[in-house]
């Protein structure tokens, strides 16, 4: 796991937007793992202004989104497929229908989960997957408990799930959904590149867990101590509570620049 602590949001967007910019110059075809939440919206600002400017082309490229609330209406715009239109989607070139996501209003729960392990699968993998991290230390919306080989599935999402999503439903903690679908902990370590990113104060314990704790379902991010190819982006505050956040800063300092990530 490489830990990057980097000055603030625009340069961890400019950072893993080179990730993803090399990998689509390398595999124009390459298949994306899409994240909602605050965290990726530096990322998703910058590939933007890329691909605007013609630096980057996601004409080839698919997406599938890590997770979706169970029973929101389609057209509500808290719903996670209507979230990465209007954050990403929207502004990039991806051909029609190239970015995919768990149907959480699909009837046969269990059938939609599987079809989506399998369309993953069918395009060859994901590539690079974008994540961010919860308080607890969920990823996608793996929370606490869940198991560390699980699959696309519907979760339970715990009080201080939905108390922190309030936030998006005008602070009505009622509006925020109980369940939701998500990217299992095995199809996440499945992504030959992840690349996470946290922010702030309140992320630090959990950045705390993820980079330096002991692996464990109770923090599930600890999983991907695990993965041979894990980036964790960083600003100060969410770096606040690694014990080797010197000894991280030097060795990124040291790497030469044409590495990346
Ligand atoms: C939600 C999403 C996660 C996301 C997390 C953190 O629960 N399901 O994928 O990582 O929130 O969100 P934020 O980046 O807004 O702090």
New binding site residues.
């Given amino acids: 796991m490489e830990v990057v602590i980097l000055d603030g949001a625009d340069s961890i967007g400019a950072l893993a937007a080179d990730a993803i910019t090399d990998l689509l110059k390398r595999r124009p075809e390459a298949v994306l793992g899409l994240?909602?939440?605050?965290?990726p919206l530096a990322i998703y600002d910058e590939l933007a202004r890329r691909c605007a400017a013609g630096e980057v082309s996601f004409k080839s490229a698919r997406g599938f989104t890590?997770?979706e609330y169970v029973g929101l209406a389609a057209d509500h715009p808290q719903r996670y497929r209507n979230v990465i239109e209007t954050e990403l989607v929207s502004r990039l070139d991806f051909a029609p229908g190239a970015v995919q996501g768990p149907d959480g209003l699909a009837d046969d729960i269990p059938a939609a989960c599987a079809a989506y392990e399998t369309a993953i699968a069918d395009a060859g993998g994901i590539d690079l997957q974008i994540?961010?991290?919860?308080t607890d230390g969920?990823?996608?919306?793996n929370e606490p408990g869940s198991s560390l080989a699980s699959r696309t599935r519907i979760k339970t999402l715990t009080p201080q799930?939905r108390l922190d999503?309030a936030r998006f439903f005008d602070g009505d903690l009622d509006a925020v959904p109980t369940h939701c679908l998500t990217q299992g902990l095995a199809t996440i370590m499945s992504a030959r590149h992840v690349v996470l990113v946290a922010t702030g104060h309140g992320k630090a314990e959990a950045v705390h867990h993820l980079a330096e704790g002991a692996v464990s379902a109770m923090w599930p991010a600890t999983i991907l101590q695990h993965h041979p190819h894990t980036t964790v982006l960083l600003d100060d505050a969410a770096a606040g509570r690694l014990q080797l956040a010197s000894h991280y800063r030097s060795t990124y300092r040291a790497k030469p620049p044409w590495q990346g990530i």
């Fill in positions: 994240a909602t939440g605050s965290s890590l997770d994540l961010g991290i919860g969920h990823i996608g919306f799930t999503n």
